[in-house]
């Protein structure tokens, strides 16, 4: 079946712009993550949603990042007034439950480069 | 806190050789699960093995064997006869029962030359 997909692959973004990233779970996965991998490193969390409840979100670096998920289905990113240290990989997870014995499957990720 | 550690930033081997890559965690809870993951150049982190901290035994999938050891804090992984398209980075992952993020190590950069 098909898995996570997340577009755009690569993006980027003048200093100062408005970025939105999507993210297309697997169909029927109630939980969904971002993370933020940066060159180099280790992915890093961002948010979590259940369904269209954004559980935790205290992994984002601040408050130009907001993320949704309206739907419980397909999840956008947005970054407000990029800056260059938002330039990383933006990877997207789903996973079928919630609990930690489920596993998450990870998309390709988008790579925002802010210039 | 807590924490992941993956102390070797790249390794280089030869074909068919042996290769073990380390990852030492750090936390207080006593359920825990610990993880591997392959993220070839494509960027898409493959799932290879979950673990949990009450499970010790050592597990063997092919070439792949990991090895669990809560004496040290370790989740060791092992590829037997390294091939080159083993070639990626390697990221070994921590996550709490009590929580549902991935904490991940800053990965290790496998090299398999033909």
């Known amino acids: 079946g098909a898995g996570v997909s997340q577009s755009p692959r690569y993006k980027v973004a003048k200093r100062g712009q408005d970025v939105a990233l999507r993210c297309d779970p697997i169909?029927?996965?109630?939980?969904l993550f971002w993370y933020q991998q940066a060159l180099g490193q280790g992915p890093e969390f961002l948010t979590y949603?259940?369904?269209?409840?954004?559980?935790?979100k205290s992994g984002l670096p601040s408050d130009r990042f907001f993320a949704e998920r309206p739907e419980g289905s397909v999840s956008t990113l947005k970054i407000q007034r990029t800056q260059q240290e938002d330039s990383a990989v933006y990877l997207c997870?789903?996973?079928?439950?919630?609990?930690?014995?489920?596993?998450?499957?990870f998309g390709p990720g988008t790579r925002l480069t802010v210039t | 806190a807590q924490k992941v550690t993956q102390a070797q930033t790249e390794i280089s081997v030869v074909e068919k050789e042996d290769v073990t890559l380390d990852c030492v965690y750090e936390?207080?809870?006593?359920?825990?699960?610990l993880f591997w993951y392959k993220q070839p150049p494509s960027g898409e982190l493959v799932f290879l093995i979950r673990?949990?901290?009450?499970?010790?035994q050592n597990e063997i999938s092919g070439r792949y064997s990991w090895n669990f050891q809560k004496s040290t804090s370790s989740f060791n992984f092992t590829i037997t006869a390294s091939q080159v398209v083993d070639s990626a980075v390697y990221f070994c992952?921590?996550?709490?029962?009590?929580?549902?993020?991935?904490?991940f190590g800053s990965g290790t950069r496998l090299l398999v030359r033909p």
């Open positions: 997870a789903s996973s079928k439950h919630q609990g930690p014995t489920y596993e998450q499957y």
């Open positions: 169909s029927g996965h109630v939980s």
């Open positions: 949603f259940q369904n269209e409840a954004q559980l935790d």
């Open positions: 936390t207080r809870d006593t359920t825990y699960y």
């Open positions: 673990r949990n901290s009450f499970d010790e």
């Open positions: 992952a921590l996550r709490m029962d009590s929580s549902y993020k991935l904490i």
